[in-house]
């Protein structure tokens, strides 16, 4: 047992290094060693075998040309489906529920124009007030589409505090006139982590349909997408899973689902046999692959073929351990050292509740995140007033924890954060 001073110093934190299982993936990564990088639930850091997947299908190209759709290591054909197959048991799916593919809004506006279906009464979509911009402007654009007016046939699940959700209170909202329920796994402010099997269970009950944004999950948390019957979910692939700017996506549909034709069908929704067949009637594929519209992007793919042998070998169990030894040894310190400086921690304690980053607030949190910058330690802004910490299982270390919470100090305690303006840059 950790005496209650010793818990707080560095000596303790590189103990917890040393016995760190997980430690020699941090060679894994380019990182720069004067900087604290705390915005992997942004965008992870490039990883060396994302770089020499990146590098191998370039060469692909430069070798095979044309051929590289189907000879070369990872043949361009079969990327998405082969690429899925790894990425299901970080969902808890069937390999044959799982494709990279599109982005998160892309993914959403296929999924929801597939499985939404007003029918009598049942005409709304069940949201909630905290959610990400782009589910939000996507649903409503899906509503328009169908002649539905977004005011009225959007429902926003409300937040008691305006950071945590109550899934009672989401539950509440699943009354007989929705068709449809879009919520995140883990809400991107707060990093709060929803009862996923709880919500679904809720919905099926009263025969609706319910998805997921997993963009702040997936690569973080364990999901059993497929044990909890989750009729289907989306995501991004550039921040826990380090794929780089601009990833592919990634989405899961649950089996019970397939066959069904997709609501934005395209070329590559084809079954594989008969896409060169040239018809102009779709034979939708029998998996997953169905939701899929155009070519894949293969050299924005790629780095993923690297990244995910990482989460293959260690398994989301393990990162997720670590994870949360991560962020409960830096809410321990943020409470011993800068209890005093007008910061809230707006994140959910409980470890069953807590996603892979802190999320702070405070009035003067711009000024403060340019300051740690300043300082070499790279936080995450969000308007208006938040500050979101995530140290990474992968590469981060309780030793940078440390450090970063004593930068935070000196900032607050010199004030050296007045120096800059209280204002957000162009991106946050």
Sequence with gaps: MRSEEHGYTLEYAKQLDEQDELASYRKEFYIQSEKIYLDGNSLGLLSKRAEKTLLELLDSWKSYGIDGWTEGTYPWFYLSETLGEKMAPLVGATHREVIVTGSTTSNLHQLVASFFEPKGTRTKIVADELAFPTDIYALQSQLRLRGLDPEKHLVKAKSSDGHLLAEEEIIQEMKEDVALIILPSVLYRSGQVLDMKKLTEEAQRRGILIGFDLCHSIGSIPHQLNEWGVDFAFWCNYKHLNGGPGAVGGLYVN??????????????SSRKEKQFDMEHQLTPEEHAGAYQMGTPHVLSVAPL?????????????KIRKKSLQLTKFMLELLAHEVK???????????????????????????????????????PDFRSPNG????????????????LSVQKLKTIMAEEQYKKFENKRGVIA
């Design 255 to 268: 089996q019970r689902h397939f066959g069904r034709i997709p609501g934005l069908a395209g070329w590559f």
């Design 305 to 317: 073929i690297g990244s995910l042998e990482m989460f293959h070998e260690v398994g989301i169990e």
């Design 340 to 378: 005093d400086y007008g910061f809230i921690v707006r994140n959910p304690l409980a470890d069953e509740q807590r996603g892979g980053h802190i999320f702070l607030e405070h009035h003067e949190a711009a000024r403060i995140c340019k300051a740690l910058k300043e300082h070499q330690v790279v």
């Design 387 to 402: 500050i979101r910490l995530a140290p990474v299982a992968l590469y981060n270390t309780f030793e940078e924890v440390w």
